[in-house]
């Protein structure tokens, strides 16, 4: 009972709520950049035997499917963001998607982008 209680919110202030969109746009713009610097890697791997070794071509084979999951990740974080600063247009920024009680602004701390509180949370 305490733990439900502990989590328990009464929504967000409007200051939170622009703290929180700054936080958003940061991390939107830091992993845009990202996707800029790491756009290299997502090359094809050059199959020329002579110009890499085969030890070579598959450390690159491998980085190159790091750069891909990567890049899956990056999106869905963006993804998840947009849907965020939607919420935040909406004015549904802070309540649970699943339940309609308010997310403990503990939780958006560490997860801005959370659209479920503690207890709906898989």
Same mark, same amino acid.
């Given at each position: 009972?305490?733990?439900? +209680?502990?989590?328990? #919110?009464? !929504?967000?202030?409007? /200051? &939170?709520?622009?703290?929180?969109? #700054?936080?958003?746009?940061?991390? =939107?713009?830091?992993?845009?950049?990202? =996707?800029? #610097?790491?756009?290299?890697?997502?090359? *094809?791997?050059?199959?020329?035997? =002579?110009?890499? !070794?085969?030890?070579?071509?598959? /450390?690159?084979? &491998?980085?190159?499917?790091?750069? %891909?999951? %990567?890049?899956?990740?990056?999106?869905? /974080?963006?993804?998840? @963001?947009? +849907?965020?600063? &939607?919420?935040?247009? %909406?004015?549904?920024?802070?309540?649970?998607? =699943? $339940? !309609? %009680?308010? @997310? +403990?602004?503990?939780?958006?701390?560490?997860? *801005?982008?959370?659209?479920? $509180?503690?207890? $709906?949370? *898989?």
């Amino acid at each position: 009972m305490w733990l439900s +209680a502990y989590f328990m #919110d009464d !929504g967000l202030t409007k /200051d &939170q709520i622009a703290a929180f969109r #700054d936080m958003l746009l940061d991390q =939107q713009k830091s992993l845009r950049e990202q =996707q800029r #610097d790491n756009a290299q890697w997502s090359a *094809p791997v050059t199959l020329d035997q =002579q110009s890499v !070794g085969r030890l070579s071509r598959m /450390d690159a084979m &491998q980085q190159q499917q790091m750069a %891909e999951a %990567e890049a899956r990740r990056r999106a869905y /974080d963006l993804a998840r @963001i947009d +849907a965020a600063l &939607q919420r935040i247009d %909406e004015d549904d920024y802070g309540w649970c998607a =699943q $339940c !309609g %009680e308010a @997310i +403990a602004s503990k939780r958006l701390e560490v997860d *801005p982008m959370a659209h479920l $509180c503690v207890g $709906c949370a *898989p």
